[in-house]
Structures are given as structure tokens and as C-alpha cells.
T-cell receptor, first 113, second 118 residues
Framework: NAGVTQTPKFQVLKTGQSMTLQCAQD?????MSWYRQDPGMGLRLIHY???????DQGEVPNGYNVSRSTTEDFPLRLLSAAPSQTSVYFC????????????FGQGTRLTVV | AQKVTQAQTEISVVEKEDVTLDCVYE???????LFWYKQPPSGELVFLIR??????QNEISGRYSWNFQKSTSSFNFTITASQVVDSAVYFC???????????????FGKGTKLSVKP
């Protein structure tokens, strides 16, 4: 069972560059989300999706775009990276029921210089 | 608004000591879920427990136990006879019943870093 797979695991970007963080899950979960983790801040929700074609903003959406064309994939796009986006990013998925916890990917450590 | 407070930023104990990690939450919803996740130094998030708002029964799993008290809006986590392998950051999180039942929108506390010294 692969679960939730994030790529890449590490990335260094220059300010102004764009990139896409990939997230894929093989559990047929309807719900997927992106969080960022900053020191002393816990994890904060960036964007989420309750199914293919449906996305919405979380607590800290500025500077990020998402789309959900398939159930399996939920990429996070940084259009013009800024040093403030240096963080560890986690993707999570869960089914749309009240009984199952969220499954997290291994995380992507992003540094913007 | 929902909020989770973990007032203890860092805790250091000696192996075999018992340690309790505090979690206080705020929500106006009557149906909600509380979670604990462990983040070891390797960085992944490991699910430990989920508790729903209608179940105040305490739970014990090996050396881990959880005390859920709605009256004080607390969901505390105790590790008995701590071990070096328990060293990690522990997060308490809250989700409310919405979006057809998704528990995905988690509100995390800032985490408590536990260091267990041999």
C-alpha cells in the first residue's frame, strides 16, 4: 500500500520561480488537502478538495493554486515563490466519512532563497 | 471559531517517567473529532488516536492513555514509563463535522516537543 505519496521530498527554489508539489493517493479517498508546517506554528491548512473538480481555500491560501482533475492527484502550485513560502508541506487524504482518520504523506521540505 | 491550544512548547523527562501532554480546544459545534498525531525526528505524521465528541470514555493503548473531558474542553495525552523512542513532537488536532462528514479539515495545535533522555 503506497498510501499518500508526495514528490519531491526536498526542493530549493529561487525567489520568483514556479513549481508544482505533487500529491497522489491510491486509497480512492474523496477528500485531499495541503498543509504547511512552520516552526512553532503547527500545521495550517492551505487548500482542500472534497472531490474531483471541487477545491476550496483553507487558512493560508495566498500564493498557492490547486486543481483536482482526478480522484488520485492533488497538485499544489507555487506560481512565484517567495522566501515566506519556505516550509514543510504535507498532503493528506481521507474518505468522506466520520470514521476514518486523515492519512498524511511524508512531506516536502521547500526552501526558497 | 475553532482553536486548539497546546500550552507546553517543550517537555523534557528522564526515561521511565510518566508525562502528560495537555490539549485544550475551542469549538461551538456539538459534533467534532479530536486527534493526536506524533511527529518523530524523521518528520512523518503518525496517527495515534481519534475521539468523537459523543464519546468521553478514556482510552488506554499500551503505555499511552487519553483523557477526554468535555467539561474542561481538554483532551490530554499521558505516556506512562516514557522511553527514548517517544521523543517527538506531538500534535493535538480538532475537526468538525461538515462537508458530508470529512474529517480532513484539521485544526492543529502548535505542538509539544517531548524529549526523553536515557
Amino acid at each position: 500500500n503506497a498510501g499518500v505519496t508526495q514528490t519531491p521530498k526536498f526542493q530549493v527554489l529561487k525567489t520568483g520561480q514556479s513549481m508544482t508539489l505533487q500529491c497522489a493517493q491510491d486509497m480512492n479517498h474523496e477528500y485531499m488537502s495541503w498543509y504547511r508546517q512552520d516552526p512553532g506554528m503547527g500545521l495550517r491548512l492551505i487548500h482542500y478538495s472534497v472531490g474531483a473538480g471541487i477545491t476550496d481555500q483553507g487558512e493560508v491560501p495566498n500564493g498557492y493554486n490547486v486543481s483536482r482533475s482526478t480522484t488520485e492527484d492533488f497538485p499544489l502550485r507555487l506560481l512565484s515563490a517567495a522566501p515566506s513560502q519556505t516550509s514543510v508541506y504535507f498532503c493528506a487524504s481521507s474518505p468522506l466519512d466520520r470514521y476514518t482518520e486523515a492519512f498524511f504523506g511524508q512531506g516536502t521540505r521547500l526552501t526558497v532563497v | 471559531a475553532q482553536k486548539v491550544t497546546q500550552a507546553q512548547t517543550e517537555i523534557s523527562v528522564v526515561e521511565k517517567e510518566d508525562v502528560t501532554l495537555d490539549c485544550v480546544y475551542e469549538t461551538r459545534d456539538t459534533t467534532y473529532y479530536l486527534f493526536w498525531y506524533k511527529q518523530p525526528p524523521s518528520g512523518e505524521l503518525v496517527f495515534l488516536i481519534r475521539r468523537n465528541s459523543f464519546d468521553e470514555q478514556n482510552e488506554i493503548s499500551g503505555r499511552y492513555s487519553w483523557n477526554f473531558q468535555k467539561s474542561t474542553s481538554s483532551f490530554n495525552f499521558t505516556i506512562t514509563a516514557s522511553q527514548v523512542v517517544d521523543s517527538a513532537v506531538y500534535f493535538c488536532a480538532l475537526s468538525v463535522w461538515e462537508y458530508g462528514g470529512s474529517q480532513g479539515n484539521l485544526i492543529f495545535g502548535k505542538g509539544t516537543k517531548l524529549s526523553v533522555k536515557p
